[in-house]
């Protein structure tokens, strides 16, 4: 099944912060079977590099899942739609998967569970689920591209650039918007909401 255009968003924002991925895995935990958006594995201190410089990461989000040092196993749900009632389902949804996905895992770290929605603060944990924006997503991977572009400027090399336009279609295409003049940046000033002021608007 193709990817839809938030979920490659989310899976190049992952693949960029050092996760491998599995789309669309195929669970069996109701009489009929479903797919969960994405299984992602991160092990302990990843880093990608260009030359002898290393790759920004997202710490800001490694920190909420628990730490850049540790392998990192999360299920992710991906919801593009602005429809909040939708909410409450996917996050439901994340944790009934996680429960079935830890098997897949084996005795490795716990799961993390994540969403990925529209309309949310940036970054936060409530009640187990660590919710995060798309539109942070965007703005993060912007950022780094950006940042990648002047490493291998000054490296005099593109071979970073040339091997991911070449194994990953949606960053291929954001390469060749560069090339044809579409600037990288962005300003990104994203604050990261508390669980209790997370909490309090829900209330409102």
Request: with cysteine.
């Amino acid at each position: 099944m193709p990817l839809n255009s938030p979920e490659k968003i989310v899976s190049l924002y992952l693949r960029l912060n050092g996760f491998f991925l599995m789309q669309h895995f195929t669970v069996f935990f109701t009489k009929r079977a479903r797919h969960t958006d994405v299984l992602a594995v991160r092990l302990s201190n990843a880093e990608e590099r260009i030359g002898d410089s290393i790759l920004e990461k997202d710490t800001r989000f490694l920190n909420e899942l628990g730490s850049p040092a540790v392998d990192i196993c999360l299920v992710a749900e991906i919801k593009g739609s602005r429809h909040r009632e939708l909410d409450q389902e996917a996050i439901d949804q994340v944790r009934r998967i996680s429960e079935y996905a830890g098997h897949m895992f084996g005795t490795t770290s716990r799961i993390r569970k994540v969403l990925f929605r529209t309309q949310t603060s940036c970054i936060f944990t409530s009640n187990g689920v660590t919710q995060i924006s798309i539109q942070h997503c965007v703005k993060w991977i912007l950022d780094r591209l950006a940042d990648a572009q002047r490493l291998a400027n000054r490296a005099e090399t593109y071979s970073k650039l040339g091997s991911w336009a070449w194994s990953e279609d949606f960053l291929s295409d954001l390469l060749y918007l560069a090339r044809a003049g579409v600037s990288f940046t962005s300003h990104h000033n994203c604050s990261v909401a508390s669980e209790a002021a997370v909490s309090s608007r829900s209330r409102l």
